[in-house]
């Protein structure tokens, strides 16, 4: 069993930034890839940014690129999600997942394991 325990949400002013952590407990970190998801109020749940194994390859969705950044320190077993440049739209509770394979890292139904999720809310 894997637990993910999402932290740094907050409420923030438009432009502004956060960065989110995902602490990882219960199983080796090192061989999984890693995934950040947001579910926005009245939305389904979306796809935001993604990370291998190695850290080498990283993954975002459009609407993202230029402002987040995720990474990882597999020695703190802890995946990041830095957040700048932050808008309205990104309101939203971000989730971070755990996938055993290295397959379609854009889709929810590849990770094996969920956080409890963290508000994130942009004011305008």
């Known amino acids: 069993q894997v637990q993910l325990v999402e932290s740094g949400g907050g409420l923030v002013q438009a432009g502004g930034s956060l960065r989110l952590s995902c602490a990882a407990s219960?199983?080796?970190?090192?061989?999984?890839?890693m995934g950040w998801f947001r579910q926005r109020p009245g939305k389904e749940r979306e796809f935001v940014a993604a990370i291998g194994w190695s850290g080498g390859k990283t993954y975002y969705t459009y609407s993202v690129k230029g402002r987040f950044t995720i990474s990882r320190d597999n020695a703190k077993y802890t995946v990041y999600l830095q957040m700048n440049s932050l808008k309205p739209e990104d309101t939203a509770v971000y989730y971070c997942a755990l996938t055993y394979s290295s397959g379609d890292y854009y889709s929810s139904n590849g990770y094996d394991y969920w956080g409890q999720g963290t508000q994130v809310t942009v004011s305008s």
């Open positions: 219960g199983r080796t970190f090192s061989s999984y890839g």
